[in-house]
């Protein structure tokens, strides 16, 4: 995920390890923004991000699910 990060020109990132085969969740972001807060698991990320610019916070969570409810229910 790092080559992945440097390959799409962001500063900083912030990795959530993969279980066994599956993908991994990442977020990634340049200095113009502030992540300040940050919890995850194997299937989500959730983030507290600031803007600079703006001075705004505002909350991101990702999530890494399957589309097929009998999986999810597992």
């Known amino acids: 995920m790092k080559k992945v990060q440097k390959t799409i020109k962001f500063e900083n990132g ?31 990320i959730a983030a507290k991000i600031k803007d600079r610019e703006t001075n705004c916070h505002w909350q991101l969570v990702c999530l890494y699910a399957s589309i097929d409810s009998n999986i999810r229910k597992k």
């Open 14 to 44: 912030y990795i959530v390890n993969s279980i066994g085969r599956a993908g991994r969740l990442a977020l990634f972001w340049n200095n113009d923004v502030k992540r300040d807060e940050v919890n995850s698991t194997s299937w989500y």
